[in-house]
């Protein structure tokens, strides 16, 4: 996953600042893919002065892997601050087909605009941006379809751009913007990792995995319970609960002694492949699951 790599220098954040604020004001509308079990941390967080004065589409994608009941929470969130809201599994391609309808009502009114303007049959035309890895190729590869057409340069206003004819009179960018996440705390950054949108080496893959085991325990007791057999014990700390589960699954390093870090790979691999169910990190209004600060 090359997006991953990206590391994020101030001159890299300008530079997709600015090819940002360039593509912007060719579009009539933002769509913003976030990971559902981290909208929050997996927000750009300069995407309102981004895409400011542009409708605006949140897709949560994901949701394959999100808890179903915090993901509602989330669209109402969205929702209350005035987005149009999207869920999606961008992989499997579920919620993709409301793609469409959902840009067409949130630009039904710049349509008339247009139409009232006498640019009858002007097209519309969106993009979509994320952070690295978060489903944008993807997404975009599922609205195309077999049966889209790249359109090619268009003179004037588009120099080295290309669109995708998603649908009649609707224009997709093909190129998504690529947005620099939140680094705002450790947390965020923990967040970001375990979901794979920044590479994990930010911290070492047995902390991390401590953590995450932690934030489960809190959060998501009953599904350490079935996928480990563990207990775990709010009186024991992350590392604790990776040895339990390492030895449980007979992870040995020597006599006694358990192997702590292919455990903690092991849980960020099965978590990453929805092994432990449908588990979100974040909730709205209300910071991470874990601190519920
Ligand atoms: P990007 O353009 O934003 O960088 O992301 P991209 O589409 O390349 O997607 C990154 C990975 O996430 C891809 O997996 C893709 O299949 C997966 N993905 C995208 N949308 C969804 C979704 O809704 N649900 C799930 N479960 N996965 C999704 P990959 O590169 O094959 O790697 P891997 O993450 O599967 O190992």
Redesign the pocket.
Known sequence: ?E?MNIQWFPGHMTKARRMMEENVKLVDAVCE?LDARIPNASRNPEIDKLAAGKPRLVIL?????ADPEITRRWRQYFEKQGFAILE?????G?GVKDFVPAVRRLLADKQREYEAKGQVGRPLRLMIV??????????INKVAGRKAAIAGDMPGVTRGKQWIHIDAGLDLLDT?G?LWPKFESQEVGEMLAIT?AIKAEVLDKETLGANFMLRLAKMYPDALKERYRIEPDPALNGFELLEQAAKKRGFLVSRGEYDIERMANTLLNEY?D?KLGRLSLELPDAGSVETGE
């Open positions: 996953m997006t893919i994608n994901r949701i394959d892997l999606t599994d961008a992989k499997s579920k994320g952070i690295p890895n978060v489903g944008k190729s993807t997404l998504p690529i794979n990453h929805g």
